[in-house]
């Protein structure tokens, strides 16, 4: 269910802040041609944290309606377990092939208050549902025992792990049961988690080059593992590029000049500064984007 190349795409904004409907649809199909294996609307590069429920769920049903194929991994994360159980619902309903749920931020829970989270949003879903462990967003990390002991549960079959830990996430490969899915949270170690067992990434960089996120995993899931690191070699500087500042206001004003919306974002993000503008500009160039 989770593997391969998952583009967590963007909300794209019109000036006025408002949803940009037509550049999320065009994004959609854009993403499903360059043959990834599914998107995750509403995650943190979807900047779910400033969309009202009712945006929340009407992006996940664009999304969904749009798609013919591939998948959607619906991000329906809260610090609120209640909320949390809420947004899956919703997304289930609205036919979305999975959920991506991140740890819970602010509340700082123990391991304990992880796990019965976790479970408890597996109970109320029938939909499979996917661990999302970012401590650099969460200020708490998600531990290998926690992960194992989840992933054990019916209906938790993967994660995105973005603890930036290799350590951490080999252990958590090494002691998973079978048919639980690892996949990068970082674009800059998706090769390496290729090569410890993982089954692949959810992307921010595969917003604007998906193709070629696309060809990295899939070529080293094929064997052709030299190819594979060639492309990783030459998306290296992107990856770098598309976090000089905050995610996602570096992916945003890239999307922008791609034509997927006017690069807006919500307070309390803010636009990117001219110094990395430039950076950005040099990078894409180089892209061809």
Do not use: W
């Amino acid at each position: 269910m989770f593997r391969g190349t998952i583009t967590a795409i963007i909300t794209p904004f019109k000036k006025d802040g408002s949803i940009d409907e037509d550049a999320l649809r065009r994004l959609v199909t854009f993403q499903e041609e360059s043959g990834v294996d599914a998107i995750a609307p509403c995650g943190s590069t979807g900047e779910s944290a400033t969309l009202t429920f009712k945006e929340h769920v009407r992006v996940v049903k664009i999304a969904v309606d749009q798609v013919k194929k591939i998948k959607v991994i619906a991000g329906t994360g809260s610090n609120s377990t209640a909320e949390a159980i809420l947004l899956s619902r919703h997304a289930e309903n609205a036919g979305a092939d999975g959920i991506l749920s991140i740890s819970p931020y602010y509340n700082k829970p123990t391991q304990e208050g992880i796990f019965r989270h976790y479970k408890a949003i597996s109970e109320s879903i029938s939909i499979p549902l996917m661990l999302y462990n970012v401590p650099g967003r969460t200020a708490s990390n998600m531990s290998s025992d926690t992960t194992i002991r989840l992933a054990e549960l019916p209906g938790i079959t993967g994660m995105k792990e973005a603890s930036g830990d290799v350590e951490q996430i080999q252990r958590i490969v090494n002691g998973r049961p079978r048919g639980f899915s690892v996949l990068s949270g970082d674009d800059s170690l998706a090769y390496r988690m290729m090569t410890m067992g993982c089954e692949g990434t959810v992307s921010v960089a595969s917003n604007c080059v998906p193709s070629l996120v696309s060809d990295m995993i899939s070529m080293y899931s094929a064997g052709k593992t030299d190819e594979s690191l060639k492309m990783h070699n030459k998306l290296i500087p992107l990856f770098d590029a598309l976090f000089c500042e905050t995610n996602p206001i570096p992916v945003k004003y890239i999307m922008s000049k791609m034509g997927y919306g006017s690069g807006t974002l919500r307070l309390p993000l803010t636009e990117i500064t001219e110094k990395f503008r430039a950076a950005l500009d040099l990078v894409m160039k180089d892209m061809g984007l």
